[in-house]
């Protein structure tokens, strides 16, 4: 009996192309194991980065805490008691605040020249663009 449904079977012709559309199928069921397996990694890591981040956000309050409950530093107070060297702090934090306020103005003129120019050298070109189009029309 198996002799003959053997036989039956290679008697039925095969079509064209099925073993390359079946090894297409395969490469595409392989292609798509692959990426399920990607999916799965990427969770764990996110779950491993939520760990860490915890452990550095406990970590973090505890050191805050820690600090509070040390005593203040006397010095820093004793600087605003008195007013002449209060005064003297307050104008060396503001001379110290306009110069590098200035040194920072002066590379933004520097950066707003050059973009002008750019600025400039780029419109001279559409307009040329422009009436390079025009004449060939």
């Known amino acids: 009996m198996d002799e003959l449904n ?4 290679e008697q039925i012709p095969i079509p064209e192309g099925l073993e390359e559309r079946l090894s297409a199928k395969i490469d595409e069921w ?8 990607h999916r799965i990694r990427l969770p764990r890591a996110l779950c491993y980065t939520a760990i860490a981040a915890s ?7 505890g050191f805050h805490l ?3 409950d040390e005593p203040t530093n006397l010095a820093e107070q004793d600087t605003y008691q008195d007013p002449i060297k209060a005064r003297q702090e307050a104008e060396r934090a503001l001379n110290l605040l306009a110069v590098n306020l200035n040194k920072g103005m002066s590379h933004l003129e520097k950066a707003k020249a050059l973009s002008d120019k750019t600025e400039k050298t780029v419109n001279e070109q559409l307009k040329v663009l422009k009436q390079y189009e025009t004449d060939n029309d």
């Open 6 to 9: 053997l036989k039956a079977l």
């Open 55 to 61: 452990i550095a956000l406990v970590i973090g309050v």
């Open 66 to 68: 820690l600090r509070q």
């Open 30 to 37: 392989e292609q798509e194991e692959k990426q399920a397996r």
